[in-house]
């Protein structure tokens, strides 16, 4: 076997388990200057209660937006919760609380001394 079929079939025995994988909702995308983010959700649809949030920051050039600092919280009276970074794959998560739905998820986004808020409304 070649090193370019292991590395074909690795690659999707990856996209079977991830497929497989938890229950979970990805909404809409936004973009910030050159990064496209998206949000994904487990359990899918939302419940009261802990939900994890994987915030996903992708290069509009291609390849993973892994220098940012993004946070998140569900309500403009709650403190901002720093999402962990996996990697440098351009993913960061958290797990936090939600309350009655429907909610906005708030993701902040920080980079370079610039900043900007993402809202994702959840259904």
Not at 27 to 50: H, I, N, S, Y
Request: glycine share 8%; with cysteine; aromatic share 6%.
């Amino acid at each position: 076997m070649t090193d370019t079929s292991r590395y074909g079939i690795a690659a999707v025995l990856c996209v079977l388990l991830f497929a497989c994988g938890a229950e979970r909702s990805r909404l809409p995308t936004q973009e910030w200057q050159d990064v496209v983010v998206g949000v994904e959700t487990r359990p899918a649809p939302v419940v009261v209660g802990m939900n994890e949030f994987l915030v996903s920051a992708t290069r509009t050039t291609g390849g993973a937006g892994h220098d940012l600092l993004v946070f998140i919280r569900m309500h403009e009276s709650e403190p901002w919760t720093q999402s962990i970074q996996d990697g440098r794959t351009g993913i960061y998560r958290r797990a936090i609380a939600v309350g009655a739905v429907p909610q906005t998820l708030q993701v902040r986004v920080k980079r370079a001394g610039e900043e900007t808020v993402l809202m994702f409304p959840l259904h």
